[in-house]
């Protein structure tokens, strides 16, 4: 398998995941009244933090995957996202294995912020001219890309949607009689 | 009651365990077999051995006061794509263009410098070398030799292949890719410039040097 059996995993990885997210978010908003969206929710309870740990811990052996294997450099915001996703991958597990309660204070803030981040890198990749200096630096600069997916799936992207995964999962309502 | 409230929750579990299987399964099962080993190989040379005559110039860090300028420029001697020897020696005014395979502001700078070949708008008198430096196998648009290939970069113009440690690039300062770098005719830096630059901008500055 070459790297680009593995870009390609991983992003199919990452959609699936964006796709649960919305379909998880939508049956908690929109269809919360619903008997779908409840009985959906309640199936889904048991799955969402083991589910949130396999997906931090995913996105952390991926980037390092892609950064010691294959040698793609990670710029400052790699570095910030991975400050932000290495500590929940780790958390996530000891909590899933544990049966801590009430981690999403915890863990929602962080994957808030690193959320943010990879929205911020996601957008710098997309519109270089407005975010950049004209200029590549020396050292590698953050709108560099990887490699790009079905038009939108770079590594920021894939970050993003697990932070928003960690998210959605983690602050589900609470169980239903 | 509760009984099939709480079977019909078993299901719903069953059911969302099996689809997360599955969509990973299909995920691996497609990426596998959508992929094939697709080696980018070249039998140019995309790097070589570079030596540097003379002192190094300081770091670029700005056109504005660049204490480089007025200095003597060092020499670079070294190979291009084919093994062909090139240097960038003294006695004639000189543009270096230094180029990474994987900037996106060299891509698009690129075919602008091709455009202004053509167009027969580089002044007469200078000698344009470029510099492929910052190359990386891991980093996207390589070879460079491939590259400049594609954008049918001008003949006429010596592609030198940096070090993979960059010393050419270390020598004249650079800080930032694309990078130019404009040597009189008396071996001495007249201007240093970065980032993409207009050609007409780049003209007037050539035009400055050659007097």
Known sequence: ?177 | MANNSRGRNTQATWIIGAVIGVVIAVAAIVAISSTGGKETTSDLQQFGTIEVVGDPLPQFTSEEGDTAVGMMAPVVNGTGFSGNAISTSHGTPMLIVFLAHWCPHCQREVPLLVEWEKSGAVPAGIDVIAIATGTDPANPNYPPSDWLAREQFPALWPVMTDSKSFEAAEAYGLQGYPYFVLVGADGKVAKRMSGEIPMDQLTQEIQAVLG
């Not at chain 1, 997309?126 to 990887?146: I, T």
């Open chain 1, 1 to 177: 398998m070459n790297n680009e059996t593995f870009e390609l995993f991983f992003a199919m990885l990452s959609v699936a995941t964006l796709a649960g997210t919305i379909v998880i978010l939508m049956a908690r908003t929109v269809f919360r009244s619903s008997n779908a969206g409840v009985a959906l929710i309640d199936g889904f309870r048991p799955f969402a933090r083991p589910l949130s740990a396999a997906i931090a811990t995913t996105c952390m052996l991926g980037s390092l995957y892609f950064s010691e294997i294959v040698n793609y450099k990670p710029c400052r915001l790699c570095w910030m996202q991975r400050g932000a996703m290495y500590p929940l991958a780790i958390m996530l597990v000891i909590f899933t294995v544990l049966k801590t309660p009430r981690i999403g204070r915890i863990v929602v803030p962080i994957a808030a912020i690193g959320s943010c981040i990879s929205m911020y890198h996601w957008l710098l990749e997309r519109f270089p001219d407005n975010l950049d200096s004209g200029v590549c630096s020396k050292d590698v600069p953050c709108e560099f890309v990887w490699f790009e997916l079905f038009g939108f799936v770079t590594l920021p992207f894939m970050a993003l949607t697990g932070f928003l995964a960690i998210i959605v999962f983690n602050t589900l309502p609470s169980p239903t009689e």
